[in-house]
């Protein structure tokens, strides 16, 4: 103890201060302090919670040790130069390439790991000629009970109890609607099979002659014809759709005598419509599957993509056949280890990167890099480039900066052959409001997809924010989010702007504090929360394997609880 130095040289004498005795605990002045119900049923909740937190690390030591120890027998080190994929180190030991290598041994080669990736992702090896086919999952009943399943893992959420029964309402009449009038969740997730450009052959042919189907929703439209390089830009009298009383025009192209495609494979073309108020304006189909922009222009021109040599030997790239799959999509990995990349933006070089670039470059050192999935940005269409992929203005069509549709493919099988799972960031938050491009004002109207007036402005962004109860705007956004993962065997989603979509306010100038009434009152968009159940209720059921992420910066309770409790069915929630 340190005396002043005044006392010191008083030589007074200082008396130690006196012991005080600790409170117990949970006593006040000798009362006991009984915690309320409330209180223990927390304290058991973080006792849970601990032991669950101490299982989990000690799982992942033991994995990591296994790993490691496993690593150390075989004689590698994290070093190790790889090849090129998990075949790389067999095949040259054998004194063969790796591209030498076919059929029963590669398929020998991929049990041995034969560099440490091979262990943190373990790569995929196939026979030769082998096809990848997806195999639907079927969509679940749903359970009975009144929304409130969910509760269960949170007794704060009773103070909500009339909101999230009146969402599970909503959530059950819109399934039940769209089981009787289109037949099931999974068929209304196919209307890329309808809308469109479609090949009509067989049942689908018209008047028993094969051609082209074409199909577009534009409800205000007083007339619609197709044209683009097959009629020189100028529509003949049989280029003209008829609409349907459903606002749906139709239109059937049949193929040339010799049997070639009236419209040519890379041909551009667009659709002219008379609008709502009288104008004759030229527009990219909403559901167009390829846009492409001429060297120094400015706007896009939608193209008609089918291969004139049709479906390819698994595995070929070739531009004159569509791509076939030839690896499985990997097992959903217990943890995800993500690298989010953006391909045009992935080049050492001062230019845009291409996807099979991206396919022969980065793929290998992102997996040596020790992860197992890759996010890619921008693969959505837009005019912008410099939104990174945000402001879509074609949602079915596959960026052309950085190649074609089916170099995008021959990624995503590559990404599967080296163990890797591929999620895209997909873009159902909002829409470009260039409509000279994209599906802003398509029919001369402002409501279409979207919602009209100030509520269907995103003041920030700048840009169109979708009616989640429209009929066909969900028809739309649910066909998007399955095409992608159906077609490109994407393995899923992080969605972007997920905040946004949930709140009227759209998060913005508004703080969160973890109140529930936040979450759960007027200001939640209750038509965008559904549609988030039906999205993630379509995508678990059909692909099961399939991952799901929200981007949500405010906290939401219940984002990450299956849709079949009343939660909103998402896997992970992101926070950026």
């Given amino acids: 103890m340190h005396l002043p130095a005044q006392l010191l040289q008083g030589q007074q004498t200082v008396k130690a201060p006196r012991a005080v005795a600790p409170r117990p605990l949970g006593r006040i002045a000798g009362r006991v302090i009984r915690p309320t119900k409330a209180q223990e049923k927390s304290l058991e909740d973080l006792r849970a919670e601990n032991s669950v937190l101490k299982d989990t690390v000690t799982e992942t030591q033991q994995a990591v040790d296994s790993l490691e120890k496993d690593i150390s027998e075989a004689g590698l080190e994290p070093g190790f130069e790889a090849l090129d994929g998990p075949t790389a180190a067999a095949a040259q030991a054998a004194g063969k390439s790796a591209g030498s290598m076919r059929g029963s041994e590669a398929a020998n080669a991929a049990t041995v790991p034969t560099c440490p990736e091979d262990y943190w992702t373990p790569g995929i090896e196939v026979v030769e000629g082998n096809e990848y086919v997806d195999h639907y999952g079927e969509i679940s009943p749903i359970p009975q009970h009144d929304g409130t399943e969910c509760f269960k893992w949170d007794n704060m959420l009773w103070s909500a109890e009339a909101h999230f029964k009146y969402r599970w309402q909503v959530f059950k009449d819109l399934r039940a609607a769209?089981?009787?009038?289109?037949?099931?969740?999974?068929?209304?997730?196919e209307g890329y099979k309808l809308m469109g450009f479609n090949r009509g052959v067989g049942v689908a042919a018209y008047e028993g002659k094969p051609g082209i189907w074409y199909r577009e929703w534009a409800p205000g439209a007083k007339a619609l014809a197709l044209i683009g390089e097959f009629n020189n830009w100028s529509p003949r009298n049989e280029d003209w759709a008829v609409k349907n009383p459903f606002g749906t025009w139709e239109l059937f192209i049949p193929d040339l005598p010799d049997g070639s495609s009236a419209i040519a494979h890379k041909s551009k073309i667009k659709c002219r419509l008379e609008t709502a108020d009288g104008q004759w304006v030229d527009k990219i189909p909403a559901w167009i599957k390829w846009a492409t922009q001429d060297p120094g222009a400015i706007p896009f021109n939608g193209v008609y993509y089918e291969p004139p040599?049709?479906?390819?030997?698994p595995g070929e790239i070739s531009p004159d056949h569509t791509y076939t799959f030839q690896h499985p999509r990997p097992p959903k990995p217990r943890a995800l280890r993500i690298y989010e990349c953006h391909v045009g933006m992935s080049s050492a070089e001062p230019k845009v990167n291409s996807y099979l670039e991206f396919r022969r470059d980065m793929l290998p050192r992102i997996r040596k890099l020790g992860y197992n999935a890759i996010q890619i940005m921008a693969v959505q269409e837009h005019a912008y480039y410099g939104s990174f992929g945000y402001h879509v203005t074609n949602f079915f069509g596959a960026s052309s900066r950085f190649g074609t549709p089916d170099d995008l493919k021959a990624l995503i099988d590559e990404a599967h052959r080296l163990g890797m799972v591929v999620l895209m960031d997909i873009v159902h938050s909002h829409a470009s409001k260039n409509t000279m491009d994209g599906i802003n004002m398509f029919d001369g109207t402002d409501g279409m997809y979207f919602?009209?007036?100030?509520?269907?402005?995103?003041?920030?962004?700048?840009?169109r924010l979708f009616n989640y109860g429209n009929w066909e705007t969900m028809r739309f956004l649910l066909s998007n989010a399955r095409w992608w993962i159906d077609e490109y065997k994407f393995d899923g989603y992080r969605f972007d702007g997920?905040?946004?979509?949930?709140?009227?306010?759209?998060?913005?100038?508004?703080?969160?504090?973890?109140n529930y009434n936040e979450y759960f009152g007027l200001s939640t968009?209750?038509?965008?929360?559904?549609y988030l159940m039906l999205v993630n209720n379509l995508l678990h059921d059909m692909f099961p394997t399939s991952i799901t992420i929200g981007e949500d910066v405010s906290g939401m309770p219940t984002l990450c609880r299956p849709w079949q409790e009343g939660g909103m069915g998402f896997d992970y929630r992101l926070q950026v």
């Fill in 498 to 514: 997920v905040t946004s979509m949930m709140y009227h306010h759209h998060g913005l100038q508004y703080t969160f504090t973890g």
């Fill in 451 to 463: 919602h009209g007036g100030a509520r269907g402005n995103h003041w920030m962004w700048d840009s």
């Fill in 309 to 313: 040599k049709g479906k390819g030997k």
């Fill in 178 to 189: 769209i089981d009787a009038n289109e037949g099931g969740l999974a068929k209304f997730s």
């Fill in 525 to 530: 968009d209750v038509d965008a929360v559904v």
